[in-house]
């Protein structure tokens, strides 16, 4: 049990932001509980309709599951069935709370059609907010991708620094090279502005400038309903939803049709591809003119014949060079052709009518007569 200090609530002892909080929940209607006596946490019942559900992926599967533990619970248990008290966040000047932890609970609670949730509710600001949830997206690594990357754009946009026409991909890239930006027309100050947040950003969300980079590019040229939708392969012999490898697929070569992408992803669903076999049904219709003859092409593949591609890289053909798998092709291929030519030597002393020695019989005979004159 906790043993963090909490006191009933009292609104006569709240000041400051305490105070502002505890008078915008209760102007909404919030029944409070509890005032934690540090880190300016409420505990509190919120009223559902003051809640920003924003689109934020979540595992459709876990939510439904957590939604009947909740019913079942809710019937030998006064209340929801409600567990854990989901975390809201009030940012001044706006009128609803926004989520920063719990998004699997809000949803199965409105699968339920709950009139109120449990929560915890503390002020922030807007950069508050987004470094707890991309901090907090290690958690649930089968969603990270595709929320990490949408909270990215959103943050970005609010801080008002791409408001200079300086892109987060670019001010990644300053950040990362340590260019001036004077080419890109940026001057000392929007730069330096830039370099500080993104090395900021770095630390407070434990991801490296270059993975942000990378994560940004990918979903730039691809579907945004299958970047949210991207989860991480749970099992090897079904693929039920996109996974990064293939958005990356996509993203290089046949970057913002957004038609073929979703053509593609389908078939690799039915037909459970690995990364290569997507790539190869994207060189098959990546030039094509129109939707219906890609779709006419996808429809006569022989998906049980379709030679893979691979990545034509330095990187795979090291990593392949040095693949066990791959070499040992080669030495079983190296020891088939030795028996072949022990067979044929065999067939050739046969037909000559000669007896067939062992290759090293004299010599593994006279090493043993010189070791027995030795050990006499």
């Given amino acids: 049990m906790s043993t963090e200090a909490v006191r009933l609530y009292q609104p006569e002892t709240a000041t400051g932001d305490e105070q502002e909080l505890l008078e915008f929940l209760e102007a909404n209607g919030c029944r409070i509980t509890y005032v934690h006596e540090k880190g300016g946490l409420v505990e509190c019942y919120v009223p559902t309709e003051l809640i920003d559900h924003e689109d934020v992926a979540v595992t459709d599967d876990y939510a439904s599951s957590l939604a009947a533990q909740m019913q079942d619970l809710a019937k030998s248990e006064e209340g929801s069935g409600q567990q854990t008290p989901i975390g809201l966040a009030l940012i001044p000047g706006q009128h609803l709370l926004k989520i920063s932890d719990g998004f699997h609970r809000d949803a199965a609670l409105k699968i339920n059609g709950e ?11 807007w950069d508050g907010l987004y470094d707890q949830r991309i901090y907090d997206s290690k958690k649930h690594p089968n969603l990270r991708f595709s929320r990490v990357v949408q909270w990215m754009r959103e943050i970005w946009n609010i801080t008002g620094l791409g408001n200079y026409g300086m892109s987060l991909e670019q001010a990644i890239l300053i950040y990362r ?20 947040w993104v090395g900021q950003k770095e630390a407070k969300w434990d991801i490296t400038a270059m993975t942000i980079h990378s994560h940004l590019k990918i979903a730039e040229h691809v579907d945004p309903k299958l970047v949210q939708a991207t989860r991480v392969k749970a099992r090897g012999d079904v693929l039920t939803a996109p996974t990064q490898a293939i958005l990356k697929i996509f993203a290089e070569y046949v970057p913002d049709n957004f038609e073929f992408q979703n053509m593609v992803m389908s078939a690799a669903m039915a037909h459970n591809l690995k990364g290569p076999y997507v790539h190869a049904a994207c060189e098959k219709i990546k030039d094509c003119g129109t939707v219906d003859e890609a779709r006419e092409i996808i429809a006569t593949i022989d998906w049980q014949n379709l030679e893979p591609v691979y990545e034509n890289s330095a990187n795979k053909a090291l990593r392949r060079a040095f693949d066990p798998r791959i070499k040992g092709s080669k030495v079983l291929d190296k020891a088939a052709s030795e028996i072949n030519g022990v067979i044929s030597r065999a067939d050739l002393i046969t037909i000559r009518g000669e007896e067939i020695r062992g290759r090293n019989e004299g010599k593994n005979s006279r090493s043993y007569s010189a070791g027995r004159r030795t050990n006499a």
């Fill in 177 to 196: 090279f340590d260019t001036d930006g004077s080419k890109l027309g940026f001057t000392p100050e929007q730069v330096g502005l830039a370099k500080e």
């Fill in 115 to 125: 009139p109120e949730v449990y929560a915890t509710v503390k002020m922030t600001t």
